[in-house]
């Protein structure tokens, strides 16, 4: 089946600064999500990505789907950003999303 | 619509008891999704629903679970004669039907099997 990786596994940042979070997958997929799973076990969308690039606030994200990864930014890093990062992808000919390994975030005051 | 709602929030249960789950999901979804996630790992697909047809089952679905979604609108999950190992997060999703859609999920029901 199919691999999704991401890193770095564990990332400790001070407030303030940036971040590039990365999500590979090794086969072509229809869909992708970024999630930000919060201290109560909430997964709380962030991005719908399949292709291309967004922003919303602090946040953006790019996916480059023929080269199968995608990257999540996020700027002027804040405590309230700690937490799980999970990256999701649709494997063509699925109906479910195969999560990646996630990447654990904490910010620092 | 707030969302897609899961019951309860937690349950704690002794082994080898029955243990039952909700999910509503948000109201136009005719997708529904279960998952499981334990403790330092992503969430493991189990199940998926297109309405109230079962299309899908991973093989971490043992005989001892069932989920069903009677009537296309809400799912329960249901897990007989519980183990320590099902101690675990259980995850619903929905999304609308389409190739691109998009899922969201509840906050989960936290089981403990003691």
């Known amino acids: 089946g199919i691999q999704v990786e991401q890193s770095p596994p564990d990332l400790i940042l001070q407030e303030g600064a940036n971040s590039t979070l990365r999500c590979n997958f090794s086969d072509s997929v229809n869909n992708l999500q970024w999630f930000h799973q919060n201290p109560w076990g909430q997964l709380i969308n962030l991005f719908y990505i399949p292709s291309g690039t967004k922003q919303n606030g602090r946040l953006s994200a790019t996916t480059v789907a023929t080269e199968r990864y995608s990257l999540l930014y996020i700027s002027s890093s804040q405590t309230t950003d700690s937490g799980v990062y999970f990256c999701a992808v649709e494997p063509r000919a699925t109906n479910k999303l195969i999560f990646g390994t996630g990447t654990l975030l904490a910010v620092q005051p | 619509d707030t969302g897609v709602s899961q019951d309860p929030r937690h349950k704690i249960t002794k082994r080898g008891q029955n243990v039952t789950f909700r999910c509503d999901p948000i109201?136009?979804?005719?997708?529904l999704y279960w998952y499981r996630q334990t403790l330092g790992q992503g969430p493991e697909f189990l199940t998926y629903?297109?309405?109230?047809?079962?299309?899908?089952k991973s093989r971490l679905l043992s005989d001892r679970f069932s989920a069903e979604r009677p009537k296309g609108s809400f799912s329960t999950l249901e897990i007989q004669r519980t183990e320590q190992g099902d101690s675990a997060m259980y995850l619903c999703?929905?999304?609308?039907?389409?190739?691109?859609?998009?899922?969201?999920f509840g906050q989960g029901t936290r089981l403990t099997v003691v």
């Open positions: 109201s136009e979804h005719n997708r």
């Open positions: 999703a929905s999304s609308p039907q389409g190739a691109r859609a998009e899922a969201f």
């Open positions: 629903f297109q309405n109230e047809a079962q299309l899908e």
